[in-house]
């Protein structure tokens, strides 16, 4: 391992950042130039991400600019998307942990972009600590750069430690937990220290300075191998298992350079056996570090300069100064000189960063606009409808006293002018049949919705059960967020909306059962004219109340109300008119503050807009209460003038129906058309509703499936059972293994098939003499029993060197054919006899005779002498 160490990095899988917030891009703002320029910043950050996570980076400068540049982008962008509703999920692997054959190495996926800032910090601390691990410590701007990114990666680790379990809310892999990464922390710290340190030697500082840097260098070598040892789960991994015996040799070796300066500090200040003490401290130190940790780091140089001041030191002090060498205990206290400090993480870490959504205002804006624009359309809804529902009132009371038809109904026998215009209305909105196909409509648009919010919610409900289930299967394993909790919110948004239907459906009921109620008098007023009049009534003619002063009275106070409706509705133009932004306030207001207070904004801005509308709509009802007052008196002294009679009283009757019909169907016609457009609008609604489930669900199965596959494979890693001792009989007859050869499993037994033996061949027949015994010298004696293997037979150089005598082959008795090799089903595959191609043997009698120079033809017994002669 290097004397200096790094930090590998952390690696991440691909995501997909362009589909979700370019949707949320879209649905939030028009079509337009606006909305164009964010979805390029959108492609353009994803593009950032692959080229700071999704490859690997070069140790240098231009790749931690890379990484710097898109942490200062993830900060500037988590205010300006709803990220916990998008269900990004981010999936990084442990740094440390390696995995095994079977299993990949630990990681985690999380819906969060705390995670991803997380992350990338500490890949920012990794390469800052492999790019200073990299630089020349000869060279000034070596030693800089070492010392700024070791304090750069000291900084990015100190803030992980601080903010990784509120950025995550659950329990982080073990590399990026708050006791791996204060460990971290203080080992880039100590090593900028020493940094420091070599900086302070290579400068010629004094003695006093550098024994100072390097004591504290020691300190905080100490400090982080005390916190890497004592933590349960650091040293089982194999990085922290090599980093030990750095730090401790690193402690050893500083706190030798401390002694070994100030052991020259001391020979300035004639304390002679001081030196002696603190250089034969120092010498105890480097052995410790030769004998213990000589793999690791060298600390050759360093004992050299020691044992040759140590042996100086003695010599001056034997021959001429004669110190007494005081105890280690009884020495000062070296000082400690700090010229460190972890780098804070304020954003922007880049000097080159430009935010690529600027003009895009941040979530908390967004949040506040849509609560000021709520507030708004509450206003507006609140105002417009006291003016209306007043002047339905005002409708009503005048159709109870069929006003204005009784003053233009003083001859009885003709159709008052008044019901002749709300008969005419009627028939240009369509009359009966428009109204009739508007409520047919409604329940559709309404079953409509219903389904889609049904569907939504059925897809929360079946990912939760699945989720359920999984937890109940895997207990504690099953780490992941429940999706009860996740799906809190959207849940109460469902539960909002299925609110909403419902009050819908109570007012649908209350329009069609004020249609039934006028249904039939609306049918009347679509009639035409002389229909109309035929259906109302005659009565006696009432001509000498034409000129009364009551009915002047009435008809006065009538235009007046006439006068106040239209004001009315030119008041209703102007609030629905009225708009405000308070963008650049709360913009502001972030900016100053940090916070928004919307409530008090949003109060005041509508104050200052609608206070005098507000204060016109009041004037309007106190003044329609005047005159609605004024003609119920005056309609009482009508009354009394008028004559009464059965056929008045009817026709009156009948008057004041066609005008309440008129008024009902402005009305019910009004609110089914209002009706229509909500259904329709909410139904864009419940589809971004159901788009968002959908994504959420499908973002969980994908987190639910990675996190399968990590558990298969923990399982597989696991041991199937317990550790066993072997029964004594299974290894009572195993031989012993030779001392240094390689163990070899012991195969299954098995079944093997064993022929039967074949009866005894009979018996040979002596030899015949063959003329030429030289050409069958290798021939063997008789049948070899079988072998492992057939090693090649080696001719023999000469006939002294034979190691028996040359048999000859024995070619069978006549009529006796040798069954050729082939056919043997049991040899070939046991005992690896080469083939042996079958041969016609020759026909006749026995072979000639053997030689006469064989005294010995036959094969020798034993306990005889040697054909051939001793030597």
């Known amino acids: 391992m290097a004397t200096f160490i790094s930090v590998p990095l952390k690696k991440s899988s691909e995501v997909d950042l362009v589909k979700p917030l370019s949707k949320f891009v879209t649905a939030t703002y028009p079509a337009g130039e606006e909305q164009a320029e964010h979805l390029r910043a959108v492609e353009e950050l994803s593009r950032l991400r692959k080229s700071a996570v999704g490859r690997p980076l070069d140790k240098h400068e231009s790749s931690l600019e890379l990484l710097l540049r898109y942490y200062d982008q993830l900060c500037a962008v988590e205010a300006k998307f709803p990220f916990s509703e998008l269900c990004l999920t981010f999936t990084w692997k442990d740094a440390f942990d390696k995995g095994s054959l079977f299993g990949g190495s630990v990681k985690l996926a999380l819906a969060s972009v705390g995670y991803e800032k997380t992350c990338v910090l500490f890949n920012i601390g990794a390469l800052a600590s492999q790019i200073a691990s990299e630089q020349n410590l000869d060279s000034d701007d070596g030693l800089k750069g070492a010392a700024k990114n070791y304090q750069l990666a000291s900084g990015a680790f100190g803030h992980i430690k601080d903010t990784v379990l509120s950025a995550l809310n659950r329990e982080p ?137 140590l042996t100086a030191a003695k010599k001056d002090n034997d021959f001429i100064y004669h110190d007494r060498v005081p105890e280690l205990k009884d020495l000062e206290h070296i000082g400690k000189a700090s010229l460190v400090k972890a780098t804070p993480i304020q954003t922007p870490l880049s000097q080159k960063f430009t935010d690529l ?57 003709s159709v008052p002018p008044s019901i002749l215009e709300k008969s005419r209305a009627v028939a240009s909105q369509g009359g009966l049949q428009s109204v009739e196909t508007l409520i047919r409509e409604l329940p559709e648009l309404m079953q409509r919705n219903r389904e889609i919010l049904d569907e939504s919610l059925k897809m929360l409900d079946d990912e939760e059960a699945t989720d359920t289930e999984l937890r109940a299967k895997f207990s504690q394993r099953w780490s992941r967020t429940p999706s009860a909790d996740l799906y809190k919110p959207l849940r109460a948004e469902g539960g909002k909306f299925r609110s909403t239907l419902d009050m819908a459906a109570q007012a649908d009921q209350t329009v069609r059962e004020r249609y039934n109620i006028h249904c039939e008098m609306i049918r009347l007023l679509c009639r035409p004219e002389n229909e109309l009049s035929d259906s109302i009534p005659s009565a006696n003619p009432m001509k000498t109340l034409q000129g009364s002063e009551v009915v002047n009275v009435l008809r006065a106070l009538l235009a007046q109300l006439d006068e106040m409706k239209r004001e009315r509705e030119a008041l209703e133009m102007e609030i629905k008119a009225v708009t405000f932004d308070l963008t650049a306030s709360f913009l502001t207001a972030l900016a100053q503050d940090g916070i928004i207070n919307d409530e008090a904004m949003i109060s005041g801005a509508i104050d200052s807009h609608y206070g005098a509308s507000s204060e016109r709509v009041q004037q309007s009802l106190r003044t329609q209460e005047e005159l609605l007052s004024k003609v119920q008196t005056a309609h009482q002294e009508f009354s009394a003038l008028k004559q009464s009679s059965g056929e008045a009283d009817e026709r009156e009757e009948l008057l004041k129906k066609l005008a309440a019909a008129h008024d009902s169907y402005t009305e019910i016609s009004s609110n089914l058309k209002e ?197």
Not at 240 to 259: D, G, I, N, W, Y
Not at 275 to 281: G, V
Not at 684 to 691: D, K, M, V
Not at 765 to 786: E, H, I, V
């Open 173 to 309: 892999t073990v590399d990026i937990s708050p006791e791996t990464a204060g460990t971290l922390s203080q080992v880039m710290l100590a090593q900028a220290q020493e940094v420091f340190c070599i900086k302070a030697t290579s400068d010629k500082m004094k003695d006093a300075i550098i024994a100072k840097l390097a004591n504290q260098a020691a300190d905080f070598y100490g400090d982080a191998f005390k916190q890497c040892q004592y933590k349960e789960n650091l040293p089982k991994y194999f990085y922290f298992q090599e980093v030990l015996p750095v730090l401790a040799a690193k402690h050893c070796m500083l706190q030798a350079t401390a002694e070994l300066h100030q052991g020259t500090v001391a020979n300035q200040k004639k304390r002679f056996g001081e030196e002696i003490a603190r250089l034969q401290h120092a010498t105890e130190l480097v052995k410790t570090v030769g004998s213990r940790y000589d793999e690791y780091v060298n600390v050759k140089d360093l004992s050299d300069r020691i044992g040759r001041a």
């Open 675 to 871: 009706g229509t457009k909500f259904y329709n609008d909410l139904t864009e609604i419940l589809l971004r509703f159901q788009n968002k489930c959908s994504d959420i669900v499908f973002a969980r199965k994908t987190e639910r499936d990675e996190l399968l596959k990590e558990l298969q494979q923990s399982i597989a890693r696991e041991p199937s059972a317990p550790s066993f001792n072997v029964p004594a009989y299974q290894t009572a007859n195993t031989p012993n293994p030779a001392p240094g050869a390689a163990s070899v499993p012991t195969p299954a037994p098995r079944t093997v098939f064993q022929p039967q033996a074949k009866p005894a061949p009979p018996a040979r027949p002596p030899p015949p003499n063959l003329s030429a015994p030289a050409a069958n010298a290798n021939a063997p004696a008789g049948p070899a029993p079988p072998t492992s293997g057939n090693p090649p037979p080696v001719a023999p150089a000469a006939a002294s060197q034979a190691q028996g005598p040359p048999y000859p082959t024995y070619q069978g008795y006549p009529g006796f054919y040798q069954m050729p090799m082939a056919y043997n089903p049991y040899m070939y595959g046991q005992y690896n006899v080469p083939y042996v191609p079958y041969q016609t043997p020759p026909q006749g009698g026995y072979p000639a005779a053997p030689p006469a120079q064989h005294p010995y033809p036959y094969p020798q017994q034993p306990g005889q002498q040697p054909y051939y002669p001793q030597q």
């Open 357 to 413: 959504f600027e003009k895009m205002v941040p979530m908390a804006v967004q949040q506040s606009l849509t609560m000021s624009s709520q507030r708004r359309g509450d206003m507006v809804s609140r105002l417009v409808g006291s003016l209306r529902e007043s002047t339905n009132l005002c409708n009503g009371v005048l159709a109870s006293l069929n006003l204005p038809a009784a003053l233009e109904d003083l001859s009885g026998d």
